[in-house]
């Protein structure tokens, strides 16, 4: 299966983001979802885990929900600060395969 | 404090096998988990490449499958990437990472090592 997020968003300091990630087969509650930030030159953080819980550390601007009619997943963040510019990958997984998203950038400008 | 990193080569010839190493420090291998690894090819995105269980269940991307063999070393806590027949397109930061069993959650990665195939 495949994960399929929009290339890139832009949005304002102060307004909240939504991305989207759409799995094409099999169902998106089944498997939990993950959202990882990733910043230039950093390996990946977990900004969401298990579709939307988050770990210690992160803000609760930070939000993830689920959407089995349109069989996608989204991650939200509210208050837009400049440093939540990155690159954001959702991942799930079934039974013996892995998948990320192919990425979003998120630009806050 | 879990922590992971990789080692090996930087530069690989074509044709050649790419081998890295990841050493753990602060959580035992055998304790638990899923340890694996992902790349990062330059300007693009994420891609699991496979991950195993201490006990032997592996688990590996069906594009890599053979290509790719991944083993763990539990007396040197340590688990290692194999990679056969490189071309430039193995070009990449490869990553390792611990991941949950139940979730799916890539929870801790190494800082990534960057692996350049060419003569």
């Known amino acids: 299966f495949m994960l399929t997020q929009p290339h890139s968003v832009s949005e304002s300091p102060g307004k909240t983001v939504t991305i989207s990630c759409t799995r094409n087969s099999g169902s998106i509650a089944k498997y939990y979802v993950q959202w990882y930030q990733q910043r230039p030159g950093s390996s990946p953080t977990t900004v969401i885990y298990?579709?939307?819980?988050?770990p210690s550390g992160v803000p609760d601007r930070f939000s993830g929900s689920i959407d089995s009619s349109s069989n996608s997943a989204s991650l939200t963040i509210s208050g837009l600060k400049t440093e939540d510019e990155a690159d954001y990958y959702c991942q799930s997984y079934d039974d013996n395969f892995w998948v990320f998203g192919g990425g979003t950038k998120l630009t806050v400008l | 404090q879990v922590q992971l990193q990789e080692s090996g080569p930087g530069l690989v010839k074509p044709s050649e096998t790419l081998s890295l190493t990841c050493v753990v420090a602060g959580y035992s291998i055998t304790s638990g988990y899923y340890w694996g690894w992902v790349r990062q090819a330059p300007g693009k995105g994420l891609q699991w490449i496979g991950h195993m269980y201490h006990s032997g269940t592996v688990y590996y991307d069906p594009s890599l499958r053979s290509r790719v063999t991944i083993s763990v070393d539990t007396s040197r806590n340590q688990f290692s990437l194999k990679v056969t027949s490189v071309t430039a397109a193995d070009t990449a930061v490869y990553y390792c990472?611990?991941?949950?069993?139940?979730?799916?959650?890539?929870?801790?990665w190494g800082q990534g090592t960057l692996v350049t195939v060419s003569s």
């Open positions: 298990e579709d939307n819980q988050r």
């Open positions: 990472a611990r991941l949950g069993v139940i979730g799916g959650r890539f929870n801790y």
